[in-house]
């Protein structure tokens, strides 16, 4: 199973719709996907759950906070099967395609766990390796094997979770919204990911190699089937510098994404707008022949 995380810690960017899009998109091309919510918002949960479903069956017992629960004792879960669930109107829509499409649930108090752990590997430095590894250990447990890909969901936030993210991960995607202040947001993240993956390295966890990274832009404002020249001179600038990016965009439809969360099915599936569509599966075929190029 390939792992890859939707990672930026810039808010509102698109992240969640991206990581719900390529899931269905994948999942309709006979894929086995697993999504995983890192985000204490659960915004992809309730893209796929009703909020009834989510408080009711999933937080008692099936989220990602279960797993990092007790971590490093006894009582500490050993496999991550029993967490996951699958959505039921997407499971609907998928059901002649062959694949599959499950998730691993978020919880609201998520951030706060992030906090305890990271305030007690400050008490004990030796738990690092523990702390950092635990999604990586859940996701290349032999039960999943199964699946073709997990895609993580990350908060907008470079805490003890998203790290856990990106040392589980193949592949990160960067969702970017082409404007001035993004572009020291990837310069940013890419720093934070250096110094993660040496420090990680640097505490014998790993070794891990920093994975590779792209750049998707999203909420892109097209005319005449081409973004509009502010957005275009960005885009350039960014390529410029020689940071990776996706040839596909997203373009902005606050019309047709913002509503989409509401019905349990992503926007691929939902056969609203066809251009709209097409782009989305473009994005799909691009990221399948990226990752493909990933070493296995
Ligand atoms: N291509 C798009 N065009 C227009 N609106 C979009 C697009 N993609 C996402 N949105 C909207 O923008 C808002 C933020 O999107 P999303 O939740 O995917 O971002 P995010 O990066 O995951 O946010 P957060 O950092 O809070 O997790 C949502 O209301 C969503 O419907
Ligand atoms: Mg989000």
């Known amino acids: 199973m390939k792992v890859v995380s939707v990672i930026n810690h810039k808010g509102g960017v698109g992240k969640t719709t991206l990581t719900a899009n390529l899931g269905a998109g994948l999942a309709a091309r006979g894929r086995k996907v697993l999504l995983v919510d890192l985000d204490s918002q659960a915004s992809l949960t309730v893209s796929f759950f009703t909020q009834t479903e989510w408080t009711d069956g999933l937080l008692p017992t099936r989220t990602i906070k279960h797993w990092y629960d007790d971590v490093g004792t006894a009582n500490a879960m050993e496999d991550m099967t029993p967490l996951i669930v699958a959505p039921p109107r997407v ?55 199964e699946y073709d890909i997990a895609l993580i969901d990350c908060a907008p936030n470079f805490g003890l979770i998203a790290k856990n993210a990106v040392a589980a991960s193949d592949m990160l995607l960067i969702p970017t919204k082409p404007d001035y202040l ?26 891990i190699d920093r994975p590779p990274a792209a750049v998707i832009f999203t909420m892109v404002q097209n005319h005449d089937g081409k973004p509009i020249e502010t957005q275009r001179s960005v885009i350039s600038r960014i390529e410029a510098r020689g940071v990776p990016t996706f040839s596909t965009t997203i373009r902005d439809s606050k019309s047709v994404y913002g509503p989409a969360p509401e019905h349990g099915v992503p926007v691929i599936l939902g ?19 990226r990752l493909d190029r990933t070493a296995a």
């Not at 998730?103 to 992030?114: G, P």
């Not at 305890?116 to 400050?122: Q, R």
């Not at 993004?182 to 070794?207: C, M, Q, V, W």
């Not at 056969?271 to 022949?289: C, H, I, N, P, Q």
Request: proline share 2%.
């Open 271 to 289: 056969g609203t707008g066809r251009a709209l569509t097409r782009e989305l599966r473009d994005l799909v075929s691009e990221f399948s022949s």
């Open 182 to 207: 993004s572009t020291n947001g990837i310069d940013s993240l890419g720093l934070k990911i250096r110094t993660f993956t040496e420090e990680y390295n640097a505490h014998g966890a790993g070794p």
């Open 91 to 145: 499971h609907t829509r998928l059901s002649r395609s062959g694949g599959h499409l499950d998730l691993i649930a978020a919880h609201r108090d998520l951030s706060d766990v992030d906090t305890a752990l990271a305030a007690g590997l400050l008490v004990d430095p030796g738990r690092f390796g523990l702390l950092h590894r635990r999604l990586r250990d859940g996701l290349s447990h032999k039960s999943l094997a």
